[in-house]
C-alpha cells in the first residue's frame, strides 16, 4: 500500500520469502444441493447448431444434457456429438467427480439420425431416473442403464465452438415440478443463455438453474484483546472475493485477487483493517465467486476457495489468524449465482450477517487439486470505481419497463437504492443500443434495449428485496459494457436512486487534446472512455459480450495511445506477467491473454505482443527495467520466429502448415491482404526492435545477430512481395493466396 500527505509518506512492501506460508487453501465443507428427487423425468427440446466458427474448425455438433449434479464439478453428462466425416451420431453417458470426467457407456446411434438430420432440426430428448435410467432421443430409447444417480440439480453443458438452441424444458419429480418456455427473458430459471421469444442459444459454458450454485461463504469469529497498534489481512481466491469485517466491506477493491493464469499465478492483496475491528469480538466473512476461475471462458477448476491470514500487532507481540479447519463455512447466502457474462442475482432475504445456523467447518484443500500456481503479491493497480453517473434520461417504452440512459457506453454496474415488499424483485438488463422501427436485427419494442450484440452474455442482474426498510443493490462479483439499463420490477418496489458505477483498473489519466474541430475532440474521448472500459484487470477487446478477452493484438496497437492518455505502465506491467505466463515452451506468446490454451504457432501481430509492448514501455518511460524483466522471454519467442522464417528464405510461404488456417493478418480490413505477407512484415518488426532493446542493455551480440536476421527478412520480404512500381502484391489474385494463406492458382 502506498500513502502520500503533504508532509509524509509511507509505504509498505509485500512479503519476502513464502507468503500466506501457514495458511491453508478452505472450501465448502459441506455440498450445496440444489433440492432435485435422484427419481425424475428430464425433457429437453433442443436445435443442435454446428460451431459458429465453421469456416476455421469442423462443422460437427454437439449438446450435453446434465444431471444428479451436486456442484460444477460433480455431475452426470448425457452427450451428443455427430461425426461429419464418418456420417455418424454417438450418445454417451459421463460421470464428473471433482472436475475429473469418466465416461460410463457409448453407443452408436446412427441408425436413429445421421447428422444431417440432426443438425439444425428439433429434437426432444427424455432422461428418466429410476432403475434402470433410461433415455430416449425423439421418442426412440438410446440407453437403459444401472446407474445409482444421487438426488441433485440438472443443467445443460456445451463444447465450444459449438451452440445448440434450447427451446423447452421441462421437470417432472417428487420434490416439484419445472416448465420453462423462454417466453419471458425477465422470469427465467437459468443462469446463462441468449434469450430470444421461446428458446435460449447455449454456448461456450454449462447453464444450471438460477439458484443452482450460490456464492460460498467463509467465516472466522476472533477475539481482539486490548493494546491493537495495527493490523492487516492478506487475501486471495480461486474465483473472486469480497472481505467483510463486522458487516462493512474491507477496501475499495473489485473482482480481487484479479485476473491472471491461475494455474500459474495467483495474486494476494494486503489491506489495512485497523480501523474497522473491535475490543471483543470480531467476524469476518469472505464471499467468493466464479469471475475468471472457472466461468466466462476460463476453465481452471471447478471448487471455489479462499485462502488469508489476519496479522495483529498489539504493544506486547503480534498474533496471525490463517485459514485452516476452524473456520465456517455456508453454502446459503445471498449472492444466488454470479457470472461475469450473465450477471448477479441477490435474494436479500438470505443475508447471513444475523444468521448462526447453517455453519458448517470448512474443508482445507491444496493448490494442486484447485489447479492454482503459485501465491505472489499483487502487482499491477486494483480494479476500483472510476466514477460514478446519474442518468441523463428516463423512458419507460413500453408499460412497467423503464429504460435508464446514462450518456455514454461505460463498463460497470448500476446500483440502485430501493424499498418494497419482502420477496419483490427487481430485474435490470444492460445494453449499449436501443430498439428502433428501422433497427434489424430488433430484440424487443423500440425504446427497449437491444441485446443482438451481446450474443449468448445475459448482462442481468436480480435483486430479490428482504423487506427491511430502504436497500441498497449493487452487484459487485460481475460487470457489464452499456449505456443503457432497463429496469423492471416484480411486487411493491419503490426505487428511490439510480446509479451507475464505471469500473476499472486505477488510473491516472495524464494526457488531453482539444481542438476546434469538435468531431476531432469526439473521436479522442471515445478513444479515452474506450481505455477505461477495457483496462479492467486486463486490457480486453470488449466489455459487454460473452468474450472480453485479453487480445495481445488489440493490446500492443493500442499501447503507445494508453501511455498518452494515462499512466498505465504498471498497468501493462502487470499484462506482461501475464503474457510471460502463458508463453509456450518453444517461446511461441498466445493471441490471447491470459489463457492456458496456448497456441502451437505464432500469429503475426498478435503473438509478436510479447515484444512489441516491452518496447513501447521502454520508449515511454526510458526505464530498461521493461527490457531487462521481459528479454529472457523475448529471445526464446524470436529464436522461435527465426527458426520458422530460414526454412523458407525467410518469407513464410506455408501459413496453413505453420500458422494454422486461423492465423488474423490484416484483422477486419476492408481489403484483406494476404496473411503471407503481414507475417513476414511483424517477424521482421520483432527481430528490429529486439536488436535494438539488446542494445539498449549492452547485449551487443544479440544486436548483432538480431539486425542481421531482420534484415535477411527485410531483403526476402521486398524481393517477393514488392512489385517494380514500388507497390506491394497485396491483391490475392496477383499473390497467389487468399486471405487465409490458400492457394488462389
Known amino acids: 500500500t502506498f500513502s502520500a500527505e503533504p508532509s509524509s509518506a509511507y509505504f509498505e512492501t509485500g512479503y519476502i520469502g513464502k507468503p500466506l506460508k501457514n495458511a491453508k487453501w478452505i472450501t465448502l465443507g459441506k455440498t450445496y444441493y440444489f433440492g432435485r428427487s435422484k427419481d425424475f423425468r428430464l425433457e429437453v427440446g433442443f436445435v443442435p447448431n454446428e460451431n459458429m466458427f465453421s469456416y476455421i474448425y469442423s462443422k460437427n455438433a454437439t449438446f450435453g444434457v446434465i444431471f444428479g449434479a451436486s456442484d460444477e464439478g460433480n455431475y452426470y453428462l448425457l452427450k451428443l456429438f455427430t461425426d461429419i466425416d464418418e456420417n455418424k451420431l454417438t450418445a454417451a453417458i459421463f460421470e464428473c467427480s471433482d472436475g475429473v470426467t469418466e465416461q460410463l457407456c457409448e453407443k452408436d446411434i446412427s441408425d436413429i439420425l445421421v447428422p444431417a438430420d440432426f443438425i439444425g432440426s428439433q429434437h426432444t430428448v427424455v432422461v428418466t431416473a429410476g432403475d434402470p435410467l433410461t433415455v430416449f432421443l425423439d421418442g426412440q430409447q438410446i440407453f437403459s442403464e444401472k446407474l445409482t444417480i444421487y438426488a441433485g440439480g440438472f443443467g445443460f453443458s456445451q463444447a465450444y465452438p459449438t451452440n445448440a438452441r434450447i427451446t423447452c ?47 460460498p461463504v467463509f467465516r472466522r469469529d476472533f477475539t481482539l484483546k486490548h493494546g491493537l497498534v495495527s493490523a492487516r489481512i492478506n487475501a486471495a481466491a480461486a474465483g473472486i472475493y469480497e472481505l467483510f469485517l463486522n458487516g462493512k466491506k474491507v477496501g475499495d477493491h473489485f473482482f480481487d485477487p484479479g485476473r491472471t493464469l491461475v494455474q500459474n499465478r495467483v495474486m494476494y492483496q494486503t489491506f489495512d483493517i485497523t480501523e474497522l475491528l473491535k475490543e471483543g469480538e470480531n467476524t469476518l466473512t469472505a464471499v467468493v465467486g466464479h469471475g475468471w476461475y472457472n466461468r466466462a471462458m476460463n476453465y481452471a477448476g471447478t471448487t471455489l476457495a479462499f485462502i488469508g491470514e489476519i496479522l495483529l500487532k498489539y504493544d506486547d507481540g503480534d498474533e496471525s489468524i490463517v485459514t485452516d479447519s476452524d473456520w465456517l463455512s455456508n453454502a446459503d447466502g445471498s449472492v444466488r449465482n454470479d457470472d461475469i457474462f450473465n450477471g448477479e442475482i441477490i435474494d436479500a432475504r438470505k443475508s447471513l450477517c444475523s444468521q448462526t445456523e447453517g455453519w458448517t467447518n470448512v474443508r482445507t484443500t491444496t493448490a494442486k487439486a484447485l489447479s492454482v500456481g503459485k501465491i505472489v503479491p499483487q502487482i499491477g493497480p486494483a480494479v476500483k470505481c472510476f466514477e460514478t453517473l446519474e442518468p441523463v434520461a428516463v423512458t419507460e417504452p413500453v408499460p412497467g419497463v423503464k429504460v435508464y440512459d446514462f450518456g455514454k457506453n461505460i463498463a460497470g454496474i448500476c446500483r440502485l437504492t430501493l424499498s418494497g415488499e419482502c420477496g419483490s424483485k427487481v430485474v435490470m438488463r444492460h445494453a449499449e443500443i436501443l430498439n428502433a422501427e428501422n433497427l434489424s436485427p430488433s430484440t424487443g419494442a423500440p425504446g427497449t434495449i437491444n441485446t443482438n450484440n ?22 459487485s462479483l460481475v460487470y457489464h459494457g452499456f449505456r443503457y439499463m432497463e429496469l423492471k420490477a416484480k411486487g411493491n418496489v419503490n426505487i428511490q436512486k439510480v446509479e451507475a458505477l464505471v469500473l476499472c483498473s486505477e488510473m491516472e489519466l495524464t494526457g488531453d487534446f482539444e481542438c476546434s474541430n469538435e468531431l476531432v475532440n469526439r473521436f479522442v474521448e471515445n478513444t479515452r472512455q474506450s481505455m477505461i472500459d477495457n483496462f479492467l484487470s486486463v486490457p480486453t477487446d470488449c466489455p459487454q459480450r460473452d468474450e472480453r478477452l485479453g487480445w495481445a493484438g488489440d493490446a500492443q496497437i493500442f499501447a503507445p495511445t494508453a501511455t498518452y492518455l494515462a499512466d498505465v505502465l504498471g498497468f501493462m506491467d502487470k499484462y506482461l506477467a501475464d503474457i510471460r505466463d502463458t508463453q509456450n515452451e518453444d517461446g511461441n506468446f498466445n493471441d ?7 497456441r502451437i504457432s ?10 512489441l509492448i516491452p518496447y513501447y514501455l521502454y520508449r515511454v518511460s526510458g526505464d530498461d527495467y ?67 532493446m539488446a542494445g539498449v542493455i549492452g547485449y551487443d551480440s544479440d544486436r548483432a545477430y538480431l539486425a542481421a536476421e531482420a534484415d535477411k527478412i527485410k531483403e526476402a520480404w521486398n524481393r517477393e512481395f514488392v512489385c517494380p512500381d514500388g507497390g506491394t502484391k497485396c491483391d490475392p489474385n496477383v499473390y497467389g493466396t487468399d486471405y487465409w494463406g490458400n492457394s488462389t492458382h
Not at 424444458?169 to 418456455?181: Q, R
Not at 450474443?455 to 428482504?466: C, G, P
Not at 490471447?592 to 496456448?598: L, W
Not at 505464432?602 to 515484444?611: E, L, Q
Open 169 to 215: 424444458v421441462k421437470l417432472d419429480s417428487s420434490d416439484e415440478h419445472i416448465f420453462e418456455d423462454f417466453s419471458d427473458p425477465e422470469d427465467l430459471i437459468f443462469t446463462g443463455g441468449s434469450f430470444g421469444n421461446g428458446y435460449t442459444i447455449l454456448k461456450n459454458d454449462a447453464m444450471f438453474p438460477l439458484d443452482f450454485s450460490p456464492a
Open 592 to 598: 490471447t491473454v491470459p489463457n492456458s490454451k496456448v
Open 626 to 692: 521493461y527490457i531487462r524483466s521481459n528479454y529472457d522471454a523475448m529471445k526464446r519467442y524470436a529464436d522461435l520466429i527465426i527458426s520458422i522464417f530460414s526454412k523458407n528464405g525467410y518469407i513464410d510461404v506455408d501459413i496453413p502448415n505453420t500458422f494454422g488456417q486461423n492465423t488474423y493478418g490484416d484483422w477486419l480490413g476492408v481489403e484483406k491482404t494476404p496473411c503471407v505477407i503481414t507475417e513476414t512484415a511483424f517477424g521482421e518488426h520483432s527481430l528490429r526492435l529486439l536488436s535494438e
Open 602 to 611: 505464432p500469429v503475426g501481430g498478435w503473438s509478436d505482443s510479447g515484444v
Open 454 to 475: 451481446l450474443r449468448i452474455a445475459a448482462n442481468r442482474d436480480v435483486y430479490i428485496l428482504s423487506g427491511e426498510g430502504t436497500e441498497i443493490f449493487e452487484p
